[in-house]
């Protein structure tokens, strides 16, 4: 069954450094998403993305957040300057078209920002 | 106000009893879907079942069923015969409006740890 991967599994890092989060999604797949869960926490949106261009945001989804898909494959989030509070797990999700259209999300990359 | 609410932070559940967690959503939109996810101790998140608010039917997949009261606004996982297995965390999620567009991200709510007991 096709399945949504993500790389890295996990990411370390030091504080105000970039990171780049990478999803590939499942082939037929036309919306893709990313949420993120601080530790112990409940799932928040952050982005959605159809057709090369962002869809919606939310207010976490701010400056030092970027994404793309630079090469038609792999859908990609950026931090620009990771704060201590980046650190949690970041789920990227993806969906087909169509109003019934389940989002079906990748295993996560578990970021700490020391 | 919470878009969605789950008041049972912890659960605990006998082997092979049904289980209900609880869910209910404020939403002012007439076209909205309702989603459950289970989150296993390895941080992955697997879609469970899905409640548009037209949908006249509960939804059931397997041993999964959605108890849908829509006038309660409430939309209830059900779980027959509940496994070893099925210790997790449960989130229900919204989405609004349920139109197919990409402004579609999934509203959460704070969980439910459900720990099935041998």
């Known amino acids: 069954e096709p399945e949504v991967t993500q790389t890295p599994s996990h990411q370390v890092t030091q504080m105000g450094q970039e990171v780049i989060l990478r999803c590939v999604p499942i082939?037929?797949?036309?919306?893709f998403y990313w949420y993120r869960q601080i530790l112990g926490q409940k799932v928040e949106f952050l982005v959605s993305?159809?057709?090369?261009?962002?869809?919606?945001k939310s207010e976490i989804f701010d400056d030092q957040f970027s994404v793309e898909r630079p090469d038609g494959s792999n859908f990609t989030l950026k931090i620009r300057s990771t704060k201590l509070e980046d650190s949690a797990m970041y789920f990227c999700?993806?969906?087909?078209?169509?109003?019934?259209?389940?989002?079906?999300f990748g295993p996560g990359t578990r970021l700490l920002v020391l | 106000a919470q878009k969605i609410t789950q008041t049972q932070p912890g659960m605990f559940v006998q082997e092979k009893e049904a289980v209900t967690l609880d869910c209910t959503y404020d939403t002012s939109d007439p076209s909205y879907g309702l989603f459950w996810y289970k989150q296993p101790s390895s941080g992955e998140m697997i879609f469970l079942i899905y409640q548009g608010s037209y949908d006249q039917q509960n939804a059931t997949e397997g041993r999964y069923s959605l108890n849908f009261q829509k006038a309660r606004k409430s939309a209830n996982l059900v779980i027959s015969a509940s496994q070893l297995g099925d210790s997790a965390m449960y989130f229900c999620a919204m989405r609004e409006p349920d139109s197919g567009g990409g402004a579609d991200g999934l509203t959460f709510g704070k969980g439910t740890h459900l720990i099935i007991q041998p």
């Open positions: 993305f159809y057709n090369n261009e962002i869809s919606e």
């Open positions: 082939s037929n797949h036309l919306y």
């Open positions: 999700a993806t969906r087909t078209s169509g109003i019934r259209g389940t989002q079906y």
